[in-house]
């Protein structure tokens, strides 16, 4: 079989394509042929070893996938041979065929494409286990997200429309806020740290938002998180500015604020049962066609410098997909 692989941490076009056997599926394990692989920002971490994930060498990035069923290890159970499933993994998905645990598969519906289903389950899963689980989101609340037009970011956008929020998107550009605009976004803001509390107040009429969405961190959090109203909520979604930042706990006590933290991987294996309702609802969602899953491109594998380049540089817009 094909495989993307990383031999040596470092840089995308450090990565290389191999053939390799084809695997056998173990005890409880599913054989999948790979349709479509999802790439997100985290890959470009776990080839240069700044990830918390970290996977002997050699390894193939991905972390999600939609594939087919090509056979059952002893004791799968969940899914059946010829399934068209969504394939959920720390890493290993850029590649033609993956072994997995049969409980990470989820089926895909008829009305559900290959590609909008392979890249579902991360940004979409964090962002609904954001939103839903933990600052439990109710209809007609102000909705800030930084970082808007990223994978996690739109996602939170289009969810939190779909929840019935009032969404604030923040991005560094007219032309992102465009896109999070025609995904459910009540208002934009081009933000700026120095302004970015007054402007998230101004926009919501002066009460202050009630959950805020950060999956920048950086210079980003501290304004958002002093333009949170009485008993707002703050999600800790991740760092992609890269620095970790320290927010201002009186605050937290003089308006009754929580912060909560969102490990959605760990979710996924605690609660494994509360992680397939979610995934059922968002598949459910876009067989209605009230969910798009945005893709922003489809590459061969052969092109998996330029596709993790897009997310190196922050440029993509909704998911970056490659096709073995």
Same mark, same amino acid.
């Given at each position: 079989?094909?495989?993307?692989?990383?031999?040596?941490?470092?840089?995308?076009?450090?990565?290389?394509?191999?053939?390799?056997?084809?695997?056998?599926?173990?005890?409880?394990?599913?054989?999948?042929?790979?349709?479509?692989?999802?790439?997100?920002?985290?890959?470009?971490?776990?080839?240069?070893?700044?990830?918390?994930?970290?996977?002997?060498?050699?390894?193939?990035?991905?972390?999600?996938?939609?594939?087919?069923?090509?056979?059952?290890?002893?004791?799968?159970?969940?899914?059946?041979?010829?399934?068209?499933?969504?394939?959920?993994?720390?890493?290993?998905?850029?590649?033609?065929?993956?072994?997995?645990?049969?409980?990470?598969?989820?089926?895909?519906?008829?009305?559900?494409?290959?590609?909008?289903?392979?890249?579902?389950?991360?940004?979409?899963?964090?962002?609904?286990?954001?939103?839903?689980?933990?600052?439990?989101?109710?209809?007609?609340? #102000?909705?800030?997200?930084?970082?808007?037009?990223?994978?996690?970011?739109?996602?939170?956008?289009?969810?939190?429309?779909?929840?019935?929020?009032?969404?604030?998107?923040?991005?560094?550009?007219?032309?992102?806020?465009?896109?999070?605009?025609?995904?459910?976004?009540?208002?934009?803001?081009?933000?700026?740290?120095?302004?970015?509390?007054?402007?998230?107040?101004?926009?919501?009429?002066?009460?202050?938002?009630?959950?805020?969405?950060?999956?920048?961190?950086?210079?980003?959090?501290?304004?958002?998180?002093?333009?949170?109203? #009485?008993?707002?909520?703050?999600?800790?979604?991740?760092?992609?500015?890269?620095?970790?930042?320290?927010?201002?706990?009186?605050?937290?006590?003089?308006?009754?604020?929580?912060?909560?933290?969102?490990? #959605?991987?760990?979710?996924?294996?605690?609660?494994?049962?509360?992680?397939?309702?979610?995934?059922?609802?968002?598949?459910?969602?876009?067989?209605?066609?009230?969910?798009?899953?945005?893709?922003?491109?489809?590459?061969?594998?052969?092109?998996?410098?330029?596709?993790?380049?897009?997310?190196?540089?922050?440029?993509?817009?909704?998911?970056?997909?490659?096709?073995?």
């Amino acid at each position: 079989m094909k495989a993307l692989l990383c031999t040596r941490l470092g840089k995308p076009e450090e990565l290389a394509i191999a053939t390799l056997p084809d695997p056998e599926p173990g005890p409880g394990e599913a054989l999948v042929r790979v349709r479509v692989a999802a790439l997100n920002f985290f890959d470009t971490l776990i080839i240069a070893g700044r990830y918390q994930v970290k996977p002997d060498l050699p390894f193939s990035p991905g972390g999600e996938a939609c594939g087919v069923v090509e056979a059952l290890g002893p004791g799968a159970e969940g899914v059946r041979i010829g399934d068209r499933v969504i394939v959920h993994a720390p890493y290993g998905t850029c590649r033609a065929l993956v072994t997995v645990s049969a409980g990470r598969l989820t089926p895909v519906p008829d009305g559900v494409g290959d590609a909008q289903a392979a890249g579902l389950t991360i940004t979409y899963g964090t962002s609904l286990h954001a939103l839903r689980n933990r600052a439990r989101v109710q209809p007609g609340e #102000w909705l800030a997200v930084l970082g808007a037009s990223g994978g996690v970011g739109l996602a939170a956008v289009e969810l939190g429309a779909l929840l019935g929020a009032r969404v604030i998107a923040c991005a560094s550009s007219e032309e992102k806020l465009a896109v999070a605009r025609a995904h459910g976004a009540e208002a934009g803001l081009v933000y700026d740290p120095k302004t970015l509390r007054d402007d998230l107040k101004r926009v919501s009429g002066g009460a202050g938002i009630d959950v805020v969405y950060d999956a920048v961190g950086g210079d980003f959090s501290e304004p958002a998180f002093r333009a949170l109203g #009485w008993r707002g909520r703050f999600l800790v979604v991740g760092f992609a500015a890269g620095e970790i930042p320290r927010l201002p706990l009186n605050i937290m006590l003089l308006r009754e604020l929580d912060v909560s933290g969102v490990h #959605w991987g760990v979710f996924t294996e605690r609660e494994p049962a509360a992680h397939q309702e979610n995934q059922r609802q968002l598949l459910a969602w876009v067989a209605e066609g009230r969910l798009t899953a945005r893709v922003h491109g489809t590459y061969p594998l052969e092109d998996y410098a330029a596709a993790l380049g897009l997310l190196s540089r922050r440029e993509a817009v909704g998911k970056v997909l490659l096709r073995p």
